[in-house]
Structures are given as C-alpha cells and as structure tokens.
C-alpha cells in the first residue's frame, strides 16, 4: 500500500509560481513512475506532468510544456512540480498519482494505481 501526500497548493496570481509537492510512503517509491493530474470545476481529471523512476525521462502535457517543471527526489520519496508563469486557466485540484506496475511513463490516468487527495491551485488575473 502506498500513500501520497500533496501540499503546496495556495492562492496567486497570474506570472507568479508555486512548487507543488507529494510525498509517498514505502520503501519501493523510486521504482514507481510518478505522475501529477488536475481537475477543474466540471471537467475531466486531466495529465500534466509524468517522471521515470530514475527520473531521466518527463513528459508534459502541451498546455503546461515550458512553464512547469517534474522533478523527483528519491532518497526524500518525494515528487516535486514547479509551476511558473500560472495562468487563470490553471486553477484546478492536483493530485500526485503513482504507477507501481507498468513501469513505463504514461499519460494515461487509467494506468495510475495511487492517488493523493489533491492540493487546490487557483490562479487570479
């Protein structure tokens, strides 16, 4: 079993940045894919950042591509996402996700087996 906890999220405003962050429980969470998502009021729960294992690989979603950042730290079970230059269009609940079995990165929520409880981000303009 492995539990993820966020924190981070907060209230600002357009240009500012935030570092999200999830720490997981368990010995084994530098061999988990990690992964973050966000759903905003009435919309799908949506992929925003994924890492490897070892971290060497990341992928983002179009939207966030060149203002966040995914990093993770191993010895510290812990998954990072930096946010710069936020738009009002960010505003969403973030959840930290982990894959345990596929070991590949997906983008995919359906291939992710734990979830945080989510950390609000509004952004104003």
Known sequence: QVQLVESGGGLVQAGDSLRLSCTASGRTFSSYVMGWFRQAPGKEREFVAAISWR???????????????????????????????????????????????????????????????????????
């Open 55 to 125: 971290g060497r690989s990341t992928y983002y979603a179009d939207s966030v591509k060149g203002r966040f950042t995914i990093s993770r730290d191993n010895a510290k079970n812990t998954v990072y996402l930096r946010m710069s230059s936020l738009k009002p269009e960010d505003t969403a609940v973030y959840y930290c996700a982990a894959d345990s079995l596929l070991g590949s990165v997906s983008t995919e929520k359906s291939d992710y087996d734990y979830w945080g409880q989510g950390t609000q981000v509004s952004v104003s303009s």
